[in-house]
């Protein structure tokens, strides 16, 4: 039976079905992942429920074009629980793409931070943790003004955990900054998550980026 149900495991895995037994917790270089890590809290800054479609209006020169996020649940990624969340920039709607699709695989370790499994961009896998290898934090568990963090050679800041943009308040505002200087700031609301991005190497009267689309 134990070598039945070995053979089984394996199998889902090589499938990419998420099984995690009950109380297993899951090593992936210096992070560990219990059976509930894609249970991301819905009153975190980022809510990640099954199913739901976000749509980002561009402002500023990204204006007619839109992006479309939606999570999914119960997709695994090294063999941990995880949310697999897509992204799509359209010339104005998803039917109309203008750069290649993006797939995400996120997941809450046992600390509570969130931490990115494997992206996709395309066809291409350009990230994928595994045993040896820790994967980044997305957001961590507790976050403070000052407070800053690497991913994917990009230094994350939080500036402000009141912020204003784009007729939204009480935002968190993180700022991105990479290797070469290129400058953007991501907004989240408590309990909706992302709402905005501002674009800084694109200016434009009342700014440039993203704005959540209200229903």
């Known amino acids: 039976m134990k070598i039945l149900t070995t053979l089984i495991l394996s199998l889902l895995l090589t499938m990419g079905v998420a099984y995690q037994a009950p109380g297993e917790d ?15 809290p819905t009153d975190g800054y980022w809510p990640m429920p099954p199913s739901v479609l976000k749509t980002y209006e ?9 992006k479309t996020v939606q999570c999914r649940k119960s997709e695994s990624a090294a063999g941990v629980n995880a949310v697999r969340v897509c992204i799509l920039v359209g010339g104005g709607g998803p039917d109309t793409p203008v750069t290649p699709p993006e797939d995400w695989w996120l997941a809450q370790d046992t600390q509570g931070n969130l931490r990115v499994l494997k ?7 350009v990230f994928e943790a595994s045993a040896s290898t820790t994967p980044p934090v997305l957001l961590p568990a507790k976050l403070t003004a000052g407070q800053s963090w690497e991913i994917f050679g990009k230094t994350n800041s939080v500036v402000d955990m009141n912020a204003s943009f784009a007729g939204s308040d009480n935002l968190l505002k993180v700022r991105i900054e990479t290797a070469d200087s290129t400058v953007t700031c991501n907004y989240y609301r408590a309990g909706a998550g992302p709402v905005a991005t501002e674009c800084k190497d694109d200016p434009a009267p009342g700014g440039s980026g993203w704005k959540l689309k209200q229903p």
């Not at 210096?30 to 059976?35: D, K, L, Q, R």
């Not at 561009?58 to 839109?66: C, D, P, Q, R």
């Not at 992206?119 to 896998?125: A, F, I, L, Q």
Request: no cysteine; charged share 15%; glycine share 20%.
């Open 119 to 125: 992206v996709v961009r395309g066809e291409t896998t």
């Open 26 to 40: 899951i090593s992936l270089g210096e992070a560990s992942f219990g059976a509930a890590s894609d249970q991301i």
């Open 58 to 66: 561009g402002i500023g020169v990204k204006a007619g074009f839109s």
